[in-house]
């Protein structure tokens, strides 16, 4: 039978909704996994609705799923929002405080799980954790990518996103989740990257010379990307003082003769 799975994790901005799609991405693509996900999210520091979406296959996936599989609700609105974009016999993780009645929803006291492992902000730790054990990936995975990932920052952190990694696993462990499949040893098909690299990366390939941007994200990843490698290629990167003045470079540069780009988000548009 074919894996083909999308998870939803929803929430407010700062509640560390890319976190968790980080750690479920690196553990599927350690198991050989394909994936493909979009990253939401409103321009604003604390609030508002964002949502970092994760299709899940044993085959290539080059576009994002409609149904979902499995919603990690981290506040009500998430729930609200996707709830219609449940397939059948989907499930929703909500936090026991925040929860409704409903029959496809499971309620998991996050912050409480996070507290005990060390410091409720883990509480996104947690929630990784309880996403993959309802999909049935194996717990030494998630603490190879878990210690991969936070190393940086010492030990003493490693152990308290494992310890809470392992809260969420086994807070969910008994529940039968029709969605679940084998995850079978296998080596990586391929590398992580995001959308924003991914432009810097085909600019440059396509030898451009010059680039314009006024940081706003997402744009900003495309700007940082091309400003880094700038020393290593003929390339001038130029930030501009708004999103016109950007916008008229790159057509100014590209009158002179070179390859000229620039890219803005939503806002700056």
Same mark, same amino acid.
């Given at each position: 039978?074919?894996?083909?799975?999308?998870? /939803?994790?929803?929430?407010?901005?700062?509640?560390?909704?890319?976190?968790?799609?980080? #750690?479920?991405?690196?553990?599927?693509?350690?198991?050989?996994?394909?994936?493909?996900?979009?990253?939401?999210?409103?321009?604003?520091?604390?609030?508002?609705?964002?949502?970092?979406? #994760?299709?899940?296959?044993?085959?290539?996936?080059? %576009?994002?799923?409609?149904?979902?599989?499995?919603?990690?609700?981290?506040?009500?609105?998430?729930?609200?929002?996707?709830?219609?974009?449940?397939?059948?016999?989907?499930?929703?993780?909500?936090?026991? /405080?925040?929860?409704?009645?409903?029959?496809?929803? #499971?309620?998991?006291?996050?912050?409480?799980?996070?507290?005990?492992?060390?410091?409720?902000?883990?509480?996104?730790?947690?929630?990784?954790?309880?996403?993959?054990?309802?999909?049935?990936?194996?717990?030494?995975?998630?603490?190879?990518?878990?210690?991969?990932?936070?190393?940086?920052?010492?030990?003493?952190?490693?152990?308290? /996103?494992? /310890?809470?990694?392992?809260?969420?696993?086994?807070?969910?462990?008994? $529940?039968?989740?029709?969605?679940?499949?084998?995850?079978?040893?296998?080596?990586?098909?391929? $590398?992580?990257?995001?959308?924003?690299? %991914? %432009?810097?990366?085909?600019?440059?390939?396509?030898?451009?010379?010059?680039?314009?941007?006024?940081?706003?994200?997402?744009?900003?990843?495309?700007?940082?990307?091309?400003?880094?490698?700038?020393?290593?290629?003929?390339?001038?990167?130029?930030? %501009?003082?708004?999103?016109?003045?950007?916008?008229?470079?790159?057509?100014?540069?590209?009158?002179?003769?070179?390859?000229?780009?620039?890219?803005?988000?939503?806002?700056?548009?």
């Amino acid at each position: 039978m074919s894996i083909d799975i999308s998870v /939803n994790i929803g929430g407010g901005a700062g509640q560390g909704i890319q976190t968790v799609g980080d #750690i479920l991405a690196r553990v599927c693509l350690k198991c050989g996994l394909y994936i493909m996900a979009i990253n939401d999210f409103e321009s604003r520091i604390r609030g508002g609705h964002s949502f970092f979406q #994760i299709r899940i296959s044993d085959k290539p996936v080059n %576009a994002p799923g409609h149904g979902i599989n499995l919603l990690l609700a981290l506040d009500k609105k998430s729930f609200d929002l996707h709830e219609k974009e449940l397939v059948k016999d989907g499930l929703c993780l909500m936090e026991e /405080n925040e929860t409704s009645s409903k029959k496809n929803i #499971i309620a998991i006291p996050f912050l409480e799980l996070a507290k005990e492992s060390g410091g409720k902000i883990t509480s996104n730790t947690v929630a990784a954790g309880a996403c993959l054990a309802l999909l049935g990936a194996p717990f030494g995975v998630i603490r190879e990518i878990i210690t991969e990932g936070f190393a940086s920052k010492g030990q003493d952190i490693v152990d308290k /996103n494992i /310890n809470a990694a392992k809260a969420g696993y086994e807070a969910v462990r008994e $529940i039968k989740f029709k969605f679940a499949f084998k995850w079978k040893a296998s080596r990586p098909k391929g $590398i992580l990257i995001d959308g924003s690299k %991914a %432009a810097a990366l085909g600019a440059l390939a396509a030898d451009c010379r010059f680039a314009a941007f006024y940081p706003m994200s997402p744009a900003t990843g495309i700007m940082a990307h091309l400003a880094s490698a700038a020393n290593d290629f003929p390339l001038v990167v130029e930030q %501009a003082e708004d999103e016109i003045a950007a916008v008229n470079m790159a057509i100014g540069a590209s009158f002179a003769g070179i390859r000229a780009m620039t890219a803005t988000s939503g806002g700056g548009f």
